[in-house]
């Protein structure tokens, strides 16, 4: 299975590629482009984390974890709470009682719970106009409803039992009903927490940069563990690598599922922006974000609803995972779109009420 889909990432690479050098007739080719451009970003966001993760192991396993093991809870999950590309995937493998556990925290419950804790809602209440906020909120506690779907997925697929599973996700699923409880009771104490925990890991990244950057040119460093950043931008390079294909390729299944999501959207009272950002949040969450101030109320809420599982499905988060567990690159989609899923039919259900109305409600 993964073989095919790096085979079709292949394919999407070609694509994209020769459409950029015919000038970018079929828009294929400025996926391709962006593929190499996202490389700076990525590398801020990603690499000086990852130097300064062996510190931050070591000194979460002398503070924190044995608190956690009292608890009976196992440290790993500690790095689930960050996104998957933001340090969670190499915290938890450093923390975890077991490489299985390390796996199961560090891809799949930081590519949904804690890129939505991290990202997704800070930048979502950032961004969005007043009026699709309440939207946005609700739409995040039906995701996280569907929350456990993913994650039991997930957990069988990276070689835990159903109990190991439950065991070791309940805390993030019990702090995700608290985030959502926190989210529609008090948003913004919530989004200010959030916000500044994201702002302090941006803000270690590019320290980690400084040191990691000061070690690679002098051979000084000043902490006693630190990851390489020649290391760390391996990692960056091999995401990157993979986004040049499945960015066009991800174009190109909007190009030929236009259709079909354009008549799903009619038939249950999305948009035409409502209907975009469904495909454009598996890709990336900020600029589907920035469609939510075109839609109608209903689609505020699937859209976000589909967001907590689904964001950034075929492009960071698959990229990361091929990078540094190749073999769990296939189930990480098939978690990430079951939960996806069902998130999106919740917050139908939920929204039944809203299927008759129309554009009117955009600003309401």
Same mark, same amino acid.
């Given at each position: 299975?993964?073989?095919?889909?790096?085979?079709?990432?292949?394919?999407?690479?070609?694509?994209?590629?020769?459409?950029?050098?015919?000038?970018?007739?079929?828009?294929?080719?400025?996926?391709?482009?962006?593929?190499?451009?996202?490389?700076?970003?990525?590398?801020?966001?990603?690499?000086?984390?990852?130097?300064?993760?062996?510190?931050?192991?070591?000194?979460?396993?002398?503070?924190?974890?044995?608190?956690?093991?009292?608890?009976?809870?196992? =440290?790993?999950?500690?790095?689930?709470?960050?996104?998957?590309?933001?340090?969670?995937?190499?915290?938890?493998?450093?923390?975890?009682?077991?490489?299985?556990?390390?796996?199961?925290?560090?891809?799949?419950?930081?590519?949904?719970?804690?890129?939505?804790?991290?990202?997704?809602? =800070?930048?979502?209440?950032?961004?969005? =106009?007043?009026?699709?906020?309440?939207?946005?909120?609700?739409?995040?506690?039906?995701?996280?409803?569907?929350?456990?779907?993913?994650?039991?997925?997930?957990?069988?697929?990276?070689?835990?039992?159903?109990?190991?599973?439950?065991?070791?996700?309940?805390?993030?699923?019990?702090?995700?009903? &608290?985030?959502?409880?926190?989210?529609?009771?008090?948003?913004?104490?919530?989004?200010?927490?959030?916000?500044?925990?994201?702002?302090?890991?941006?803000?270690?990244?590019?320290?980690?940069?400084?040191?990691?950057?000061?070690?690679?040119?002098?051979?000084?460093?000043?902490?006693?563990?630190?990851?390489?950043?020649?290391?760390?931008?391996?990692?960056?390079?091999?995401?990157?690598?993979?986004?040049?294909?499945?960015?066009?390729?991800?174009?190109?299944?909007?190009?030929?599922?236009?259709? =079909?999501?354009?008549?799903?959207?009619?038939?249950?009272? &999305?948009?035409?922006?409502?209907?975009?950002?469904?495909?454009?949040?598996?890709?990336?969450?900020?600029?589907?974000?920035?469609?939510?101030?075109?839609?109608?109320?209903?689609?505020?809420?699937?859209?976000?609803?589909?967001?907590?599982?689904?964001?950034?499905?075929?492009?960071?988060?698959?990229?990361?995972?091929?990078?540094?567990?190749?073999?769990?690159?296939?189930?990480? &989609?098939?978690?990430?779109?079951?939960?996806?899923?069902?998130?999106?039919?919740?917050?139908?259900?939920?929204?039944?009420?809203?299927?008759?109305?129309?554009?009117?409600?955009?600003?309401?």
């Amino acid at each position: 299975m993964n073989q095919i889909l790096m085979c079709l990432m292949a394919f999407g690479a070609i694509c994209g590629g020769l459409d950029y050098l015919i000038g970018n007739r079929f828009h294929l080719g400025e996926r391709f482009e962006e593929g190499f451009k996202l490389l700076g970003p990525l590398a801020i966001s990603m690499a000086g984390i990852m130097c300064l993760v062996p510190a931050l192991s070591g000194l979460l396993s002398t503070v924190i974890a044995p608190v956690c093991r009292v608890l009976h809870v196992d =440290p790993g999950i500690l790095g689930g709470i960050l996104a998957i590309d933001m340090g969670g995937y190499q915290l938890s493998l450093s923390l975890a009682s077991s490489p299985q556990v390390g796996r199961f925290a560090g891809i799949f419950i930081a590519a949904t719970f804690g890129c939505t804790a991290v990202f997704t809602i =800070p930048a979502g209440m950032t961004l969005l =106009p007043e009026n699709a906020r309440g939207d946005f909120a609700a739409g995040i506690l039906y995701g996280m409803i569907s929350l456990p779907v993913s994650l039991l997925i997930g957990g069988l697929m990276c070689g835990l039992s159903f109990l190991e599973t439950v065991a070791v996700s309940l805390p993030i699923l019990i702090l995700a009903l &608290l985030l959502s409880i926190g989210m529609m009771r008090s948003p913004e104490k919530m989004v200010r927490g959030f916000s500044r925990l994201a702002v302090g890991i941006q803000k270690a990244s590019i320290l980690g940069l400084i040191l990691g950057a000061v070690h690679y040119l002098t051979g000084f460093s000043i902490l006693p563990e630190m990851m390489p950043l020649t290391e760390a931008m391996q990692v960056v390079c091999s995401i990157a690598i993979v986004m040049l294909g499945s960015l066009p390729l991800a174009a190109l299944l909007q190009k030929l599922l236009r259709r =079909p999501i354009d008549w799903f959207g009619k038939r249950e009272g &999305l948009n035409g922006s409502g209907t975009t950002g469904l495909m454009i949040g598996i890709i990336s969450v900020t600029p589907a974000l920035g469609m939510f101030g075109g839609m109608n109320r209903r689609s505020r809420i699937i859209n976000a609803a589909a967001l907590v599982c689904g964001a950034s499905a075929l492009a960071a988060h698959f990229g990361f995972t091929m990078a540094v567990e190749p073999d769990l690159g296939s189930p990480l &989609l098939i978690s990430k779109f079951a939960g996806m899923f069902v998130g999106i039919c919740i917050a139908m259900v939920a929204t039944r009420n809203l299927k008759g109305a129309s554009e009117q409600d955009i600003a309401s």
